[in-house]
């Protein structure tokens, strides 16, 4: 990769080692140049073309670090985090999915649970009414039969 790089901007790995000069796209040396702009690469030292603000635009770093394969790293660290991110969506949907299904199981049961514990309390209340009842006409009788002696 680096030598296909390095190859792009004029010379090769093998002439780097003998002549550590780049050359630019208009095939010129471009000269070694330090960043003088205040910020994170304040100093730091990089071969750029005489002609860089109007046509060429090469730029190369001079301590070898290739801007080009850190952005690659950093994409393909990038790529596999989203991927990683995807496969546990997936797995977050599957599983909302079966608690989904869980829930319409145990929402049905509610219901007929509810329906149940309706029919019990109308038992009851009804239960409760014919014992009333019950005592109400046991307690007439006697009454009656009191008032009869």
Not at 16 to 39: D, M, W
Not at 49 to 64: I, L, P, R, V
Not at 76 to 83: C, L, P, Q, R, Y
Not at 91 to 114: C, F, I, P, W, Y
Request: net charge neutral; with cysteine.
């Amino acid at each position: 990769m680096a030598s296909q790089m390095s190859s792009g901007f004029g010379s090769s790995s093998r002439t780097r080692s003998t002549f550590p000069h780049q050359k630019c796209y208009h095939n010129e040396i471009a000269p070694l140049r330090v960043v003088k702009h205040h910020g994170p690469t304040f100093g730091k030292r990089f071969y750029g073309c005489s002609y860089w603000h109007q046509t060429c635009g090469f730029f190369k770093w001079a301590d070898g670090s290739d801007d080009v394969s850190e952005l690659q790293e950093l994409l393909f660290e990038k790529d596999t985090f989203i991927a990683e991110l995807e496969m546990h969506n997936e797995m977050l949907t599957k599983k909302l999915k079966e608690v989904q299904g869980k829930n319409v199981v145990l929402q049905d049961q509610v219901d007929e649970l509810s329906i149940e514990n309706n029919e019990t309390r109308l038992a009851m209340c009804s239960a409760r009414a014919d014992k009333r009842f019950f005592m109400a006409l046991v307690l007439s009788w006697v009454l009656f039969a009191v008032l009869l002696l």
